[in-house]
Structure formats: C-alpha cells, structure tokens
C-alpha cells in the first residue's frame, strides 16, 4: 500500500518536529535560510550540517510482497531506482564519504491517520527510521534494490541479489539521541564551507558512472565564486542530482 500524505508534508512535519525537539540548546536552520546577497556576512562560522533524503515506503501486507519470505509479516518496503534509470543512490554513497551525516529518511506508516496522530502527538521521528547512506551498499548491478524493515524492530534487510540483514540502529529515537550529540560536535564552517560544499557535490558526480545527458545539464561553474552563483549552484546540486535537503545544527 502506498502512502496515503505526500512526501512533502512528511519532509516538513519532520523538520519541524526536529526543530521543536532540539530547543532551546541546539538550533536547526536550512543551509538556505540567507539570502544570496547576505551569504558572506552571516554564514555560520560553525556547526554541523546534515542532508537528508526524505522517501516514501510502501507498506506491503501480503505474501506475494519481495521480501516476505525473510519478514513473514507486514513490513515497509523502500524502493531504489535501479541503477540503469538513476544512479542517485551511488551518488549519495560518493557524497556520504566527504559528509557523514547524510540520510535516508522514511517513515514506519502509511495511513493518514496514523500521520496526523504521529503529528498532533510529536512524534515524527519516533515513528520514522533513518538510514545513513555511509552504512548502505553501492548498487553494483541493474537489478532491484530495496531496503525493508519493520516497525517493531529496530534493524533491517537490504533487499537484493546479495539480500542480507542490517543489524544498525535506525530507528528514530536512536536517530534523535545521535542528532544531538552532533550538536556538541560542530566543526568551523564558513564562506570556505560552502565553496568546499560546491566542489565536492560536482565531484561526486563527475566521479560516478552517469548517463551521458546528465553531465550535459549540469550547469556549474566552479570559478564563478559570487555568494549569488555558489548558493545558485548548490541549490541546483542538492535538489536536482541529490535530492537533499541541507540543514545546519547550531548551538544556540
């Protein structure tokens, strides 16, 4: 079954709930929240940025499901494009080797009503798993790949030629503890960060098997270094190729 919200309500009932969770000691922005022509004198000097990739999983509910031989019970199922159609997931791997906190983002339901419930009652992330994109297989064949899991457990099983299970923690509260011990972490940032930023997103891609047609839509210059063209072309990175959405943990 599949969701019955869309992707972008879920992104930002989540990112509003983590908000909420990490007041008043540690405050969470977009990596977008400056206007261009403000970027040099009010990027933060320090923090902890975080990408996440938010999806949608279905919720599979009978024995003609992939992956209920290994389940025997209803499980939620994500589903990554196959590599001939989309080689994001390789790509996301690239990127997680040069910024560790880059995840997957899903939640354990499916109904409406479990998402307003899980809404009203802050609990989002409690509900939702997270899976860090450096701890993930490359998709190194055309055939499916999907990542199943239970809500009542706290692992899962990479779904695929090498199907295997995943005993990592990636259940929310888990996730939310990890979250916050960053926050004490934060490392210097910067106009340096962002130009750093830009060139490891264009290199990840370059240094990934693409289609042909996608190199000839990326539409970057690395010498323009204007705070206007880099925020232009690291919007353009992290949602067209990566779809990212980039936060930065501060402490307030």
Known sequence: ??????????????????????????????????????????????????????HLADCMLTPRATG???QQARFYRLELPPRYRSQQHNVL?????????????TPAFYRQREFSAAFASAQIIQESRFFRL????????DGYHYIAYRREESGFRWLARDSRPMDLPVKGEDWLRHVRSLALKSRSL?????????????????QTEVQPPLFDELAVDLKEVTPLTVLRDLRYL??????????ILRSA
């Open 1 to 54: 079954m599949e969701a019955e919200f869309s992707e972008f309500a879920y992104s930002e009932a989540l990112v509003r709930e983590l908000q909420l969770a990490l007041r008043p000691e540690v405050a969470v922005g977009p990596l977008f929240g400056l206007m261009a022509t403000e970027m040099e004198e009010q990027v933060p000097d320090a923090g902890v940025p975080l990408f996440l990739r938010f």
């Open 68 to 70: 209920w031989p290994e």
């Open 93 to 105: 791997r690239r990127f997680s080797e040069k910024e560790p906190e880059v995840y997957y983002a």
């Open 134 to 141: 450096r701890e993930l297989p490359d998709l190194t064949d």
């Open 190 to 206: 910067g106009w340096r960060f962002f130009l750093e930023l830009r060139q490891d997103l264009a290199s990840c891609l370059q």
């Open 238 to 247: 992290l949602l067209t190729h990566f779809g990212l959405q980039a936060l």
